[in-house]
């Protein structure tokens, strides 16, 4: 299994950037589809956006659409999820997912089979 490793999360003020970094310690990472995940206080987890593993399509929730960009370097085994005009409610753990060549909706649709990491702390401060 492959783990994963999230940093970058902190207090940042509404309009301002941050960018959110997982690692992954795995060989093959190019065949990891990637996605980010966020769990607000009393909410549920949602799924924010993901990359495929082959082409490197990307997609995102409406609500980030626009404002949140997710990349990956596989030579790093690294994926980002860089997050402009961020907005009160962008406040929540971020987590970091992975999955071995899925696709994208699978693992939104059966989240439990994805690796997860540990999380990240993003506070959005009005």
């Known amino acids: 299994q492959v783990k994963l490793v999230e940093s970058g999360g902190g207090l940042v003020q509404a309009g301002d950037s941050l960018t959110l970094s997982c690692a992954a310690s795995?060989?093959?990472?190019?065949?990891?589809?990637m996605a980010w995940f966020r769990q607000a206080p009393g909410k549920e987890r949602e799924f924010v956006g993901g990359?495929?593993?082959?082409?490197?399509?990307?997609y995102y929730a409406d609500s980030v659409k626009g404002r949140f960009t997710v990349s990956r370097d596989d030579v790093m085994s690294t994926a980002y999820l860089q997050m402009n005009s961020l907005k009160p409610e962008d406040t929540a753990v971020y987590f970091c997912a992975g999955r071995f060549r899925a696709t994208i909706a699978s693992m939104v649709r059966d989240s439990d089979s994805n690796a997860w990491g540990q999380g990240t702390q993003v506070t959005v401060s009005s």
């Open positions: 990359i495929s593993w082959k082409g490197g399509a990307t």
């Open positions: 795995t060989l093959g990472f190019g065949s990891y589809a």
